[in-house]
């Protein structure tokens, strides 16, 4: 009880009182880029952020945003008006022009920048009260472009992260390459070129997937994942993303409205809002 009290008072100290060391701040260190800059430091050894422990990601996730600009500052062209829900186990289609808010719309679950008026709930809390870090360790992305180094397959798909061969395995299953990578003489352990050029546009595609599924994420987002494949592997691609959906929460961008036609709710995004979305 005296720990978590001290602990209480060292929160306290850093974000209501005079006590923040932040850099620049002139808030008394009540913003975001304060509080992790001291979760950083292990000056908030936990207390800091309770809500880390209590949220299940891939539950639902909320947008009450009434308008949502860069560094929460109101200006002409910001997102406005976005009030939806995503549960777990949908599909989310984000269609739209270029420039009319897509991935606005996910930088905000990213927290590369806040809502200047509203908030974004992850099962319930504002994801203003996660932690930068447990909160991106939750999201996947799958982008258009794959990077493929010359290393083996097992090691594209940890990236970076210690090789479990067993969480390897499972995370090409559910990608559906498992059986091509076994029929290789050397299995996960296959050499690929840089690039990856000695794979299929579609093999490329499907390590990018069992490389954010080796994350085990609660929230997918594939950001023009299959613009650049033929009408065939994309449908492959996308009846596999179907097939590991039910776990998950996915949002799919995509400018072509055949890879999202069977999402769950599909949103039309132009000039900043959402100017349709239907299921």
Known sequence: KME??????????IIKNCG?????????????????????????????????AEATYNRSIEYYCNRCGWQGEPKEGD??????????GE??????????????????????????????????????????KTLRENIAVVPQRV????????????????IDEKKVREALKKANLLEFVD???????????????????GQRQRIAIARALYLNPSILILDEATSALDNKSEANIIQTIENISKNLIIFIIAHRLNTIENSDKILVFKNGEIVCQDS
Do not use: Q
């Open 91 to 132: 599909i989310i289609g984000l269609v739209g022009d270029s420039g009319g808010g897509k991935t606005s719309f996910i930088n905000l679950l990213l927290r590369f920048y806040n809502p200047s008026e509203g908030e974004i709930l992850i099962n319930g809390i504002d994801e203003k009260e996660l932690s930068l």
């Open 20 to 52: 923040c060391t932040y850099p620049g701040c002139s808030k008394k260190g009540k913003c975001c880029d304060c509080i992790e800059y001291h979760r950083e430091r292990n000056e908030l050894p936990g207390c800091l952020f309770p809500s880390d």
């Open 147 to 162: 990077y493929i180094f010359n290393d083996s397959i097992s090691a594209n798909i940890a990236y970076g992260k210690t």
């Open 183 to 201: 029929s290789l003489d050397n299995g996960i352990w296959t050499k690929l070129s840089e690039n990856g050029t000695n794979l299929s546009g």
């Open 4 to 13: 978590v009290d001290m602990e209480k008072c060292k929160r306290d100290e």
């Open 79 to 88: 997102m406005t008006e976005i009030n939806i829900t995503a549960k777990k």
